[in-house]
């Protein structure tokens, strides 16, 4: 009967080692959580600071380019402007044709060019 007795003892004294050890790993489980947190709203602070600033100094930079901008070409004659306007439209009229080709996707588009000399050629007859 006193073996088993202690063993009782010693079973229970087991019992209370595993439940404190059991407690510390929960204790310890707590902090680390609390860090991670801790952390996590320090890096959502940090990248909100980091976007607001990056923000002021977009707006900084395109202030600057449109004051230069203004500064450099204050006002374009209107023929530089037709020019502009006709090559960019242009160049949006063409996209769709190259874009496939640019991307590696598709061959040379070989319309392109034929269109192109059949274009030249109807701008110099009208111009006769």
């Known amino acids: 009967m006193t073996s088993l007795f202690t063993q009782e ?14 407690l510390k790993s929960l204790q310890q489980m707590k902090i680390k959580f609390g860090d991670k947190n801790k952390e996590k709203a320090s890096q959502i602070q940090a990248a909100e600071a980091a976007f607001k600033r990056n923000f002021s100094l977009l707006k900084d930079i395109e202030g600057a380019e449109k004051f230069l ?4 070409h204050p006002f374009l004659p209107p023929e530089v402007v037709s020019l502009e306007t006709l090559y960019w439209a ?3 009229e063409y996209i ?4 496939q080709f640019l991307l590696g996707r ?12 059949a ?5 110099v007859k009208a111009q006769q």
Do not use: T
């Open 9 to 22: 003892i010693r079973l229970s004294k087991r019992h209370e080692e595993i439940v404190l050890q059991r």
């Open 69 to 72: 901008q203004a500064r450099v």
């Open 90 to 92: 242009s160049v949006e």
């Open 96 to 99: 769709p044709k190259w874009e």
């Open 106 to 117: 598709a061959p040379y588009p070989i319309g392109v060019e034929n269109q192109n000399e």
């Open 119 to 123: 274009e030249n050629e109807a701008e």
